[in-house]
């Protein structure tokens, strides 16, 4: 069974990004960020659910509300990691390690630290987790209609595995997509 390791045994990775800024796009984040990569306190619950009601469920009833980032924050078979533009959340993502794989529960990056390699340094953290874990396959589920998503996964070693009819609340259908780190071990480093 595999657990989660400590914040110790982890530390903390710090990526400092140039973004590019765009002209009349008010959610781009100005000039130079540091973005900090740590793991996930109990504090930072009720950010984690709003960005995941805001960017991962929009249009969906709630269900990675609150209580339930809580329960991954406890559980010893998930990683939560946070990216942190100083005091403002950037991103976060949720890992759950099973007997022979992971599976990628959410990964969210706010609009305006999208495209300045946040999502890959968070990504390429959790395959480190995984590798370490001696875990090599990586599943996940996207919104089949997430074009953007999917192209950001395909780019960071995975491949689309199968569909899921009706996945999303039985509006939407979800693409399964998987990484097989072993043969990916040159995956996107940061």
């Known amino acids: 069974m595999w657990a989660s390791p400590s914040a110790h045994e982890y530390g903390n990775l710090s990526v400092t990004v140039q973004n590019t800024i765009r002209k009349n796009t008010k959610d781009r984040v100005r ?29 969906l009833p709630w ?9 991954c924050l406890a559980n010893p078979e998930c990683v939560v990691i946070t990216a942190q533009d100083r005091r403002r959340l950037a991103g976060f993502a949720i890992m759950e390690f ?21 999502g890959r340094a968070m990504l390429e953290w959790l395959y480190s987790s995984a590798r370490t874990a001696g875990t090599f396959l990586v599943h996940l589920e996207v919104r089949a209609g997430n074009a953007q998503a999917r192209a950001f996964y395909r780019h960071l070693g995975f491949h689309e595995a199968g569909a899921r009819r009706g996945y999303y609340d039985g509006r939407e259908d979800a693409v399964r997509m998987a990484c097989d780190l072993g043969v990916n071990a040159a995956s996107p480093a940061l």
């Open 98 to 118: 099973l007997d022979d794989r992971a599976h990628l529960s959410l990964l969210a990056v706010q609009p305006g630290y999208q495209r300045m390699g946040v």
């Open 63 to 71: 269900s990675w509300n609150e209580r339930r980032i809580a329960f």
């Open 31 to 59: 000039g130079s960020v540091n973005i900090r990569l740590s793991l996930a306190k109990r504090k930072d619950a009720p950010a984690i659910a709003h960005m995941a009601r805001t960017l991962v469920e929009y249009g």
